[in-house]
């Protein structure tokens, strides 16, 4: 037969879990940081998207423009590390977003125009 569990004594028990103090000003802080570096980002990314359609349109073939967009591309976190001083502070997951943001965002964006554009392929 198997023995009963004795339970310890309530002073015995470690105490109850607490969850730590939570520090509102250091999370408003970043998020108002990482909000300016994903609008510096979205705009940064947007030339560059204008830019690799208008060399488009110009009668570079795909393959010249899509290497200089992925040049720009990244070049651009190097620019917003420039342009932000707290940069610093941005973790890994941060900066994988926002390349990501800028990436994908580049090539609709290119995607888009090209298929909005009047001109002849």
Known sequence: MAKKV????AEEQGPAFEFPVFDEV???????EMTSA???TAGFTV???????A??????LWYIVFP??????ALIP????RLRSRSSTYTKGDWAGLVALEFFGWLAL???????SPHAI
Do not use: C, D
């Not at 004795?6 to 004594?9: F, S």
């Not at 060399?55 to 570079?60: D, E, F, N, R």
């Open 6 to 9: 004795r339970r310890k004594p």
């Open 26 to 32: 250091a999370f408003v802080t970043k998020e108002y």
């Open 38 to 40: 994903l609008a510096l």
């Open 47 to 53: 030339l560059v998207g204008i830019l690799s359609w």
């Open 55 to 60: 060399l488009s349109v110009t009668g570079l």
């Open 68 to 73: 200089i967009g992925i040049l720009l591309i």
């Open 78 to 81: 190097f620019l917003v590390r």
């Open 110 to 116: 290119w995607f888009v125009l090209q298929n909005l």
